[in-house]
């Protein structure tokens, strides 16, 4: 999975959001996700940070696995 991929999926699932993603370690399956998206207003930085999770966690361990890990940052 690339970069374009993964950002399209966070974004296609929070409207009016951005993605940038970073590829932490040249394998293509751990990311850093810097996430802005006016949603987050008003909430935690814990639940921030979940609602990116539920997205990508289907291409995690519980889905096909083609993520391996994600280090995610929010802002509103």
């Known amino acids: 999975m690339d970069a374009d991929t993964v950002s399209e999926i ?18 293509l399956d751990h990311w850093g996700l810097e996430v ?12 921030q940070h979940k609602q990116v999770l539920e ?4 291409y995690m361990s519980e889905g096909d696995s083609s993520i391996h890990a994600v280090q995610i940052s929010t802002k509103s």
């Open 55 to 58: 997205i990508v966690r289907p």
């Open 36 to 47: 802005t998206w006016p949603g987050f207003e008003g909430m935690t930085l814990m639940q």
């Open 10 to 27: 966070v974004t296609s699932k929070l409207d009016g959001s951005s993605c940038k993603v970073t590829d932490l370690t040249g394998t």
